[in-house]
């Protein structure tokens, strides 16, 4: 289930929308920045008509951020959610092989094509063997831990590779993500790389694939605007490919969906350089303080942070029920984690969130450890 229903946590607390601390979606605390803002308002007069199909001005200030040197590489859509959908209408694959645990959005794009999910199994948690993406995969497909022994990925079906991946928050470099992407897209493989959080870090520059989607016919990279600008009302994301493979993708699709404001949001935001340093200090302060408190108490298991939120497994010893219920009660939501598959419910993660709020979580959270067992 999907975090960030806030609506729905204000029903059954019947708290205002404005008394909760919504730890469960991992949006920008600091946005949206003044330059969105502007520009949504700047843009009001504009929704009596409609949006720019061609997505023109976003583009253009898409290929200038990350130095794309052709816009027909570059397809929008209504989040990160819709690109994903887009490709995978579009690729019709047999089967979608995803790094599990992962984001559900992937399965449910894959059961709306028709398409049979493999569950790549990947090891959390700093304490356990760290097997590459690449043998992970080797090691998963077709071994008998995966149902109905599927083969090795073939031309057409697509692996998901999600970096920074969600929940776990961890980060591939760069290599990694090439190694496997350069030997299934030889294959005809489709390997679509979520890259929806890579902006939360100051080296994304030296992480993203996007420059090699000129040389991988099949490798599709997304981007999100949503999370990083705090735009989830409006959404707005992005694929990069190939320009023949983006063709095909848009050849059948609602033009429409990306919304007037959510475009002026975009492109002022995309621009906005002096909100993206400050996003990166404000993430290397406050997750030097996650680890000085979630990562350091006996009774928590943290893996590292490598974007704006954390996975944290409590001891078998405590009471999540009445942990998170507790917090509830204090207007403080946070993700529950056992309806991710390899994750149970002793997993949580947290989106970090401007200090006094991260500081107030901590204090709550801490105050329900240190009772007696």
């Known amino acids: 289930m999907h975090g960030g229903r806030i609506y729905e946590y204000s029903k059954r607390t019947g708290m205002s929308t404005e008394d909760i601390l919504d730890f469960s979606a991992n949006i920008n605390p600091l946005g949206p920045p003044q330059s969105a803002m502007a520009a949504i308002v700047a843009a009001l007069n504009g929704i009596r008509h409609y949006p720019d199909t061609r997505h023109a001005a976003a583009k253009e200030v898409v290929c200038a ?193 990306v919304n007037h404001l959510a475009q002026a949001a975009a492109t002022a935001g995309y621009q906005d350089e002096a909100f993206v340093q400050q996003t990166h200090q404000w993430i290397a302060r406050e997750t030097a303080y996650v680890q000085r408190t979630w990562g350091a108490h006996p009774r928590l298991q943290l893996e590292p942070p490598g974007a704006n939120y954390f996975l944290v497994k409590l001891d078998s010893g405590i009471d999540v029920e009445s942990v998170v219920s507790g917090l509830e009660h204090q207007g403080l939501f946070v993700r529950r984690c056992d309806d991710f598959r390899g994750l149970g419910s002793h997993h949580l993660r947290i989106a970090i969130r401007r200090h006094a709020d991260n500081e107030r979580l901590w204090l709550s959270f801490s105050d329900f450890l240190n009772r007696p067992l």
Request: glycine share 6%.
């Open 65 to 257: 951020r990350f130095e794309i040197p052709d816009s027909r590489a570059v397809f929008c859509g209504n989040g990160a959610s819709e690109v994903i959908d887009l490709t995978l209408r579009r690729v019709q694959p047999k089967r979608v092989y995803v790094f599990e645990p992962a984001f559900s959005e992937y399965e449910a794009a894959a059961h709306r094509v028709g398409a049979r999910v493999v569950h790549i199994p990947l090891e959390i948690f700093a304490s356990q063997r760290h097997l590459s993406l690449r043998d992970a995969l080797a090691a998963a497909a077709p071994q008998r831990n995966i149902p109905g022994n599927a083969p090795a990925p073939k031309a057409g079906d697509v692996v998901v590779v999600n970096n920074p991946h969600n929940p776990t928050g961890r980060c591939f470099m760069r290599a990694e993500v090439l190694e496997l992407a350069e030997e299934l897209c030889a294959r005809g493989v489709v390997v679509l790389a979520d890259e929806s959080f890579l902006d939360f870090r100051a080296d994304g520059g030296e992480l993203t694939v996007i420059p090699w989607v000129f040389q991988m016919r099949t490798l599709v990279v997304v981007r999100s605007a949503t999370k990083m600008y705090a735009i989830p009302g409006l959404r707005f994301g992005f694929g990069v490919a190939h320009p023949d493979l983006v063709a095909r993708i848009e050849e059948h699709r609602d033009f429409w969906s």
